[in-house]
């Protein structure tokens, strides 16, 4: 019995941070991302009655917790079941702020799924993804992707596909390093200490409309603008708990303000960040040499990826 399926990472545009349901893993805001196809996750799940354990390797290098991977095969199969090997394959960095557990989560839910023929639709596989990961629901679809919150669930819908909009994104690799503080530790600190959290909650659903119009006229410097806008809130909640979570390095400092200078001279460029030091550099196909390469010159820049929009999960076995 076995399985190998290959997914991407997203990146969230109107992020997500923080859980209105921490048992069920709900988000406490909805979200936009886009799904990236240049980086992957590809997960090789095999179950067999000779495994006396779980295991989990990560790159070749085997792992000592896997709790939450044997939790969510345990969700799916239940806990009278056989054991399973699983090998994955990331082409970038992991646990450093690029959305590996979006497309880790993502990729073994839908293995588990084809492997235990459950025929999940979108939604069930989303829900599924997201009590892991709050993000790897979004990696369920390609292009463009919107999680909407509902009563004891989310929903997920794709506002373009990769080809209406052809977006790029060049990221600016500042530190490989594991982050200090796992998101979802650091979400529920912000929950409980940063003074403007309630607002940020509050707000969301403006920042949401806003971007959604944007994205259906396609308008670049609208969704920079709020995109933008959004990653700061998010990132201010971070500062303002207590202790405070900065997930930055000066790098990251640098390169915000060399998006900042390509913006003056008129690219079409806008930056992101998530919990880990890289820059996020979303740009239309005509900017992005140009980016890439002033990126690249900044003191502290150890690699520089680039990528478009890409689908949603591939079963390759
Ligand atoms: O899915 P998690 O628990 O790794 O949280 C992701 C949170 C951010 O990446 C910072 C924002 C987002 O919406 O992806």
Known sequence: MQSIVRTSPNIA???????RNTIKNLPAVDSISITLDNLWTEMNVIFSSDLSNDELFINEKKQNNISRVKNCIDSICGEQRDYASIMSRCNFPISAGLASSSSSFSALVVAINSLMKKKWNTQLLANQAGSVSGSAARSILGGIVKLN????KIRITQLL??????????IAITDKKEKAISSSKAMKLSADTSPFYSSWVEDQNDDIKEANSFISKKDFEG????????????????????????????????????IRDLQRNGESVFFTIDAGPQIKAICLPENEEKIAKKLNEIKGVQSIMTSGLGSGPIIEK
């Not at 545009?13 to 859980?19: E, H, S």
């Not at 919150?149 to 004891?152: D, L, Y």
């Not at 596909?161 to 060049?170: A, E, I, Q």
């Open 13 to 19: 545009l109107i992020k997500y941070w923080g859980k």
């Open 161 to 170: 596909s990769p080809n209406d909009w052809p977006l790029r994104v060049v």
């Open 149 to 152: 919150n509902e009563p004891e």
């Open 223 to 258: 969704l920079a603008s709020i995109s933008e806008h959004n990653c700061m809130k998010m990132h201010s909640i971070m500062w303002t708990t207590r202790p405070s979570i900065v997930y930055w390095n000066s790098t990251t400092i640098d390169c915000m303000h060399a």
